[in-house]
């Protein structure tokens, strides 16, 4: 079994788009995904994309994905990589995909002059944090992620 990353390109919208969903249902929000092919094209592949993605392939087949896009810390004076989502199908689960991943993101941040890479993990994905404990990451504490969507963002913007 051989495990290669590579930068997503057009024409993987569809293998995206799939293993978004398989998150989804495995963070237990299976009908959460409102992107389609045609948004993730937009966003990965359009004029001035801000967002990008790496794909995993083991023996060719697309099994793992990390999709990011980069933030900007002031105290560091420089960018950092968010990691949206990263995910590795349950079946090349163990077989160095994640971490296959991760350093290929690490040295994409490296070369982009980040400072860090962030991401956020369930409370409840033991096995995660385990795997990102072990590969030397720490959980940031007294930092609570908060969000506005929906209708509630609809009436900021409107004033």
């Known amino acids: 079994m051989t495990v290669t990353i590579r930068p997503a390109v057009p024409g993987d919208e569809d ?14 929000e299976p ?24 794909i995993a392939e083991l023996d060719g087949e697309p099994v ?7 933030t900007y810390s002031t105290w560091t004076g420089a960018p950092s990589l ?24 690490a040295k994409e941040a490296m070369a982009r002059g980040c400072a860090r890479m962030d991401w956020a993990v369930l409370d409840w994905n033991e096995k995660a944090r385990a795997f990102y404990t072990h590969i030397g990451a720490h959980h940031s504490k007294g930092w609570e992620p908060w969000r506005i969507e929906g ?8 004033g």
């Open 82 to 105: 968010y990691l949206e989502d990263l995910f590795v199908a349950e079946a090349a689960r163990g077989t160095g995909t994640g971490r296959a991943l991760l350093t290929a993101l």
């Open 151 to 158: 209708d509630a963002l609809e009436r900021l913007a409107a």
């Open 15 to 28: 293998a995206i788009l799939s293993m978004v969903i398989a998150l989804a249902v495995y963070e237990r």
């Open 31 to 54: 009908d959460a995904v409102k992107a389609t092919e045609e948004s993730l094209r937009a966003t990965l592949f359009g004029e001035n994309a801000q967002v990008f993605a790496h």
């Open 64 to 70: 793992g994905l990390a999709l990011w896009f980069l």
